[in-house]
């Protein structure tokens, strides 16, 4: 997964598998059925993982909607900082996938990063729902938008981080994107 993670689909090379797994060639074809079944269970594990740390988060009953959201953006910080290579981010494999394979026709990747977004706007529509109820998000604008908004903005926080963007700057688009929340 890591592997993915750092170089992309296409430019991970069966080397760079057999490398990370510590498997032989024949071993990692016996084992996965290819490189594209390999991805698409890493992929797969990613999505599960993350969305269960984020889905933490912003289904915690004990915090307001706006804090959950904060925490999040914390997490999500926090997060680009130690998944680093060569000094940068690394980014979402989530984010990175669907950059890299948007001109591609790939149904299972696609039918899994769209399951995954499903995942992703619904725990968003959780807290902002939260938020509409405890007083901590006013915006008008209505849940499902807020949510792509917000799923938006973490993309691009994302993307940011790889490009070379200090935790300042990324903590400025986070308080900048929880001020939107309460207009």
């Known amino acids: 997964m890591r592997t993915f993670w750092a170089k992309g689909y296409e430019a991970t090379s ?3 598998l057999c490398e990370a ?4 060639r024949s071993s990692i074809y016996n084992t996965f059925a290819s490189k594209r079944d390999l991805f698409r269970r ?6 599960e993982v993350m969305n269960a740390r984020q889905a933490a988060l912003l289904e915690d009953g004990s915090l ?8 999040l953006f914390a997490l999500i910080i926090d997060g680009e900082f130690e998944v680093r ?12 996938t669907t950059v ?3 001109r591609y026709d790939e149904p299972e990747v696609t039918a899994l ?5 499903a995942r992703r706007l619904g725990t968003f529509r959780t807290a902002v729902e939260a938020g509409r109820r405890d007083g901590s998000i006013t915006s008008e604008r209505g849940a499902d938008s807020l949510a792509r908004y917000l799923n938006a903005v973490i993309g691009g926080m994302r993307v940011s981080a790889q490009g070379g963007a200090d935790r300042a ?14 207009r």
Do not use: F, K, M, W
């Open 14 to 16: 069966t080397q760079d």
């Open 21 to 24: 797994t510590g498997l032989g």
């Open 42 to 47: 890493a992929l797969e594990h990613y999505t």
């Open 64 to 71: 307001p909607g706006a804090d959950r959201i904060r925490a």
């Open 85 to 96: 290579e060569r000094g940068r981010s690394i980014g979402c494999l989530t984010v990175n």
């Open 100 to 102: 890299e394979l948007a």
């Open 113 to 117: 990063l769209e399951r995954d977004l």
């Open 169 to 182: 700057t990324l903590e400025a688009v986070a308080e900048s994107a929880l001020d939107a929340l309460t």
